[in-house]
């Protein structure tokens, strides 16, 4: 397994296998993961740059090369590997981030024998009826009937928006806005992933909704939230994070840490704290119960760092403080390169 450091190429010409031609530069440029708020996502930037990266990423080794196009800081078109020799062995088809489908190429007496896994199509109609029915079950707050019509394993959706109604009212509406499916071969079904936007009396925010299809049935699965920009619930628990950072109170730290053992090993290597810190978004998590996380922006030994608190939304919508974690705000983007 080898690793190469990233450089972008424009003007002279690469002639792919598949004929696709990708200018290129002899400027390398390095480029970074950046968290971005309210996505709980990251996005490509080049070093010194604020604004997302686009263009074409080139990395080689001995072995293969790979050509990436970035849009506004997210895959998009082609992810390429060739050999040595040029030939084609892998693409995938990016759309604003989101992989669609990858064709494998293998050479069998010399010529390339192409082969499809993992297309992701549109949603159709029955299917929006499907995530519909589920919507308004929700929305009436007939949850035995959506356990009947969905048949989840592990979700308990009544939980999940009797605490979501405590935080932000009564459900008004929702509209499906898109649903993509793949098919997953190895379990034989289809993930049909709906985004939504729900809209309740104090928020409206969009949502993942995931439902497993087979083929003479379905089976509902969680909810994923999209990051919140502003502070849910507001507590003061990062003023004492804060204080005990910058005098370095470690005893303090680790038991604010709970579970998380990484955490001690970065609390041991601080050198400096910035007394400052921003506000980046929160984002809501569903396991055994519904988790809020709150994400600030700080400086440590003079990089920004992510900061990460976690609590319990108890009943009523108070907040119970359960861990933090420590994580980069930005990170070297290494391109791993298959060996075949």
Sequence with gaps: MKYTILFVILQLVVKLANSQSYPIDTNSVELYQQYTAGSSDYLYYEKNSETPFSGILISKTKRDKIFIEFRDGKLHGNYVILNSKNDTLQITKFDEG???YTVDYTYDTGKPV??????KLKGSQQDYEIFGKALRYVQDKKFNELNAFLNPLHSDYETTFTKLGSIFGILDSFQIKEI???KIEV??????LATIELYYKKEHFTSEFLIKKF???IRGEGFIFKAFVDDLIPDTSINDIMSALQNQDLKTLIQYAGRDYGVENKINNIQTVDSSFVFIDCALGFMNEIQLIKHYLIN?????QLLALS???LDGGNLQFQGLGIHSFRTKYIVKHNIY
Excluded: F, P
């Excluded at 192409?114 to 297309?119: D, L």
């Design 300 to 304: 440590i030994n003079g990089e920004d």
């Design 180 to 182: 993509i499916n793949e």
């Design 311 to 313: 609590y319990k939304i």
């Design 215 to 217: 083929e003479r049935s």
């Design 187 to 192: 379990q034989n079904c289809t993930y049909m």
């Design 114 to 119: 192409k082969r499809i896994k993992n297309k």
């Design 98 to 100: 989101l992989a669609m």
